[in-house]
């Protein structure tokens, strides 16, 4: 079992920064690829930034270069620097990780429980 944990989000000023964390524990071979998600209210959930295995980034076009997603493979933990935030960022920040299982080495999709991040105005 693979559990994936976001922490960090919260309550910013626009033009303020935030780094969200997602750490993935249980039983992880490895990790493949990992992504960031978000779900403005009333709208659908959107692809923000992923990265590979081998630290290949890609972003959302509304958040480049304010964003940057990083990863600390010995941690198991992917992270979301986020800069210059507007309120229009305001959303629930979800993590999804493409997780190799130790027991099958089999690759399996996970997403964690989402963080909150609200940019004021």
């Known amino acids: 079992q693979v559990q994936l944990v976001e922490s960090g989000g919260g309550l910013v000023q626009a033009g303020g920064s935030l780094r969200l964390s997602c750490a993935a524990s249980?039983?992880?071979?490895?990790?493949?690829?990992a992504d960031w998600y978000r779900q403005a209210p009333g709208k659908q959930r959107e692809l923000v930034a992923a990265?590979?295995?081998?630290?290949?980034?890609n972003y959302a076009d509304s958040v480049k270069g304010r964003f940057t997603i990083s990863r600390d493979n010995a941690k198991n933990t992917v992270y979301l620097q986020m800069n210059s935030l507007k309120p229009e960022d305001t959303a629930v920040y979800y993590c999804?990780?493409?997780?190799?299982?130790?027991?099958?080495?089999?690759?399996?999709?996970?997403w964690g429980q989402g963080t909150r991040v609200t940019v004021s105005s």
């Open positions: 990265i590979t295995s081998a630290g290949s980034t």
């Open positions: 999804n990780a493409i997780v190799v299982v130790t027991t099958t080495r089999l690759e399996y999709s996970y």
């Open positions: 249980g039983s992880i071979f490895s990790i493949n690829a």
